[in-house]
Nanobody, 123 residues
């Protein structure tokens, strides 16, 4: 079992930055591929970024602006978000996949999910 708790969301102006954190409990954190997804009001949950031992991968919409990283000593994954846009407004979720990789872009590949943290970007 893995429990995930996100933090770091909030209200920011367009062009600003936020760093999301996701703290994981449970064993073998380093074995899991970790992903960030987001869900805007009235829309489907979509892939943002993922990281595993094999590297990291990003959705085209955030490439060059967002950076995913992890600290296995702290059981934590981060999402640094720069140059934020109004269209980045969403609830952001972190997720863990034991059998996934950095190319795991489908939410169905992830078994464990956090409760989400709201990110609002004002234009």
């Amino acid at each position: 079992q893995v429990q995930l708790v996100e933090s770091g969301g909030g209200l920011v102006q367009a062009g600003g930055s936020l760093r999301l954190s996701c703290a994981a409990s449970g064993r073998s954190f380093s074995s899991y591929a970790m992903g960030w997804f987001r869900q805007a009001a009235g829309k489907e949950r979509e892939f943002v970024a993922a990281i595993s031992w094999s590297g990291s991968h990003y959705a085209d919409s955030v490439k060059g602006r967002f950076t995913i990283s992890r600290d296995n000593t702290k059981n934590t994954v981060y999402l640094q978000m720069n140059s934020l846009k109004a269209e980045d407004t969403a609830v952001y979720y972190c997720a863990a996949s034991l059998y996934g990789s950095s190319r795991s872009i489908s939410r169905h590949e992830y078994k464990y999910w956090g409760q989400g943290t709201q990110v609002t970007v004002s234009s």
